[in-house]
Structures are given as C-alpha cells and as structure tokens.
C-alpha cells in the first residue's frame, strides 16, 4: 500500500469517527427515503460547504457542462443525497454529507474536477450552492 493511499484511509477513518459522533450527538433517528421529502433549505445545506475543499473552484469546473437544472436533476437522483440534506441539526445533515461522500471514493463515484479529486456528491453540493 502506497503511503498516499494509507493516508486517505486514515483520513476517512478520522471523518466517519467524527460523523459518527456527531450524529450521535444531535441524537437524529434516521430518515426515511421518501418522495415526500420537502426541497432542502439552500441556506441551510451552505454550511456543508465548509466540509469541501475549494468549493468555488469545484463548482466553476463541475458548472461549466452542466445547467442547473441538470445539476437539480443529479441532486435528487443521487443515491441519498436528498436524503441526507433533510431533517436533523446541521451537524447531522453534514456528518451525513460527508459520509456519503466517503461512500462515493469507495465506490469509486469520483470526478476530477480543475485538478482535484472530488467525490460525485460534493461536485454536486458544490455546483448547487458555491
């Protein structure tokens, strides 16, 4: 195992203890997925920005092929993360986030976007809201 390699799992293992954590904290039960689900509150999902690493510089490169409401179309069709954005505090709505991006590297649901590595879920977060 490359040492690039051993020191992103090491980081994603530091990120899911901390989400773990904080949902935990927040004492949020699970959300259903459902149709139902009310649109997320953009002011609200901002604040999952914070997690992502140049946004703005994500978002100008993820946009550049994408209408919004293409990018509207990826966010609901993105396995959970319409899910994810809803109910909670905002320190479980970003440990979900976050965790769904996890899940994205692992899957290997990445895109390269003006040189970084980016899970598909930020690309879209970030589109949306930067």
């Known amino acids: 195992m490359t040492r ?26 699970a959300v ?16 999952a920005l914070d997690d992502i690493i140049a946004p703005e510089r994500i978002a100008r490169g993820y946009r550049m092929t994408r209408s919004r409401a293409a990018l509207e179309a990826e966010f609901t069709a993105h396995p959970g993360l319409a ?4 109910g909670g505090c905002s320190e ?16 290997g649901d990445v ?7 980016v899970a598909r879920s930020e690309c879209i977060l970030a589109g949306l809201l930067a």
């Open 32 to 47: 259903e997925e459902s149709a139902t689900l009310p649109p997320p509150d953009p002011e609200r999902l901002r604040a």
């Open 111 to 117: 895109l390269v976007v003006d040189r970084l590595v």
């Open 92 to 107: 479980t709505m970003r440990a979900r986030l976050r965790r769904l991006a996890q899940d994205d590297f692992q899957r």
């Open 4 to 29: 690039k390699r051993a020191f992103l799992l090491g980081l994603l293992g530091i990120v899911g203890v901390g989400a773990g954590a904080s949902i935990w904290s927040c004492g949020a039960g």
């Open 83 to 86: 899910t994810a954005s809803a």
